[in-house]
């Protein structure tokens, strides 16, 4: 595998996908770093084109609610972690999906 600025590129996205679930997990719900990492990853995505992205708009769309659903502070318990295992579960098919971009 060559190393150029794609695959750098996507190499640091895996990495802040995981930083992001590092702050899911530590409870740091009100931070925007996942609201820029989707904004981030979608930009990143747009600008490969529609054969090359392997990560689909609708996985970065539902992230992308779920982060911001997260922000608001007068939700449930457990609505709220129910919202934080769908992002979770997005997260971890975006690292999948970036993996196979990376890898492939």
């Given at each position: 595998m060559?190393t ?15 930083f992001?679930?590092?702050?899911l ?16 990853l979608?930009?990143?995505s747009?600008?490969l ?25 007068f939700?449930?318990?457990f609505?709220t972690?129910?919202v ?20 492939a």
């Open positions: 060559p150029n600025a794609f695959t750098v590129t996507t190499g640091l996205l895996v990495a802040f996908a995981l992001v679930m590092f702050t997990f530590k409870n740091w719900l009100d931070s925007n770093v996942p609201i820029i990492f989707y904004i981030v979608a930009v990143y747009r600008s084109g529609a054969d090359d992205s392997k990560v689909p708009l609708w996985l970065i769309l539902t992230g992308c609610a779920a982060a911001l659903t997260l922000r608001f502070e939700m449930n318990a609505f972690k129910i934080k295992f769908i992002q979770l579960c997005v997260l971890a098919g975006t690292v999948y999906f970036l993996m196979v971009t990376l890898l």
